[in-house]
């Protein structure tokens, strides 16, 4: 089985266990192509995520610089074991981060193999680091002139989905107009990013309604213009080429579903996209994690193909000398899923 999406603790100080040990449970566990796809580095101060504080900017850039040279040995350590994957997560905090970022993919033209192209932040805000945060990245945009937010200012209640016992249900500190504000921002930030690079994975797509998992995307009366901007997104990944994670890190997040959420994944096959597995794990311990819920949700969702990323002789769009390639049978037959929990 596949994944395409992860972290350890030698190079992500939100990560736990070495990356050595994330492969060598990938291997016990049976996954025959696993990405290594390291955070890149923040580029300001203001960037670094507690703990970071203490390593640096240039020791962030060194330990990225690190990675690389530890993922490909270890491809090569474990190459009769399993298929490994070097690439990278991008940030999209600011412009420096894109202009840092070409400068990366100059420098190591041969070591970055794949990119999982993905936003963490709002207005320079991280949107996923808790939820005190996250209402600040909401707060930071400018409100909207919405009759909505006239009142008291109280903001509104997000109604729990259905069945959802772990759902938020906390009021708050703002409206549907300028939670849809937010989201605006959020998906045109995407779209930026895809058209800069060509990621060959987009990173959990709908990430930017990781407190507010109840709310729709498609709803065109709290949100008025969103879905096209979603549809327009997924049109252009699909156009280029790329492949769309099921991202299982939202279960332990308390979705019922992996990322995309139901209905964002329905639009994304019915325009004709790859979706890729990922457990996006922060350590050995989290290698495969929900990935029999995972299957699951997919499997309920009808989700007929699979697809996972392999080296190739040509070019993609986006310079990097992978490619998708169709699971080849059955995925949901595979004996594989028998061995999880």
Known sequence: MHSHHSHSG???THATGDLEAVVQEAIRQGFTVYGLSEHVPRYRDRDLYPGEESIGLERLSELFTDFLAEAHRLKLKYREQITLLVGLETEF????DLERLEALLSFHPNKIEYLVGSVHHVNHVPIDFDKETWIRAVN??????SVNDAGSGEGTLMPPPKGDATSDSTRLPFT????STYFHSYFDAQLTLLKRFHPEIIGHFDLCRLYVRSVRLDDPTEYPGLWEKVQRNVDYAVGYGACFEANAAAFRKGWGTSYPGE???KLILSRGGRIVLSDDSHGPQAVGGNYRRLFDYLVGVDVKEL???ERCDEANAG???VRPKKYDGEWKSDSWWASLQ
């Open 93 to 96: 905090i600011s412009d420096v």
């Open 10 to 12: 030698s190079f992500c």
């Open 263 to 265: 209905e964002v994944l």
């Open 319 to 321: 310079g990097r000398k």
């Open 307 to 309: 697809w996972y990323l």
């Open 176 to 179: 549907p107009a300028t939670l």
């Open 140 to 145: 930071s945009l400018p409100r909207s002139e």
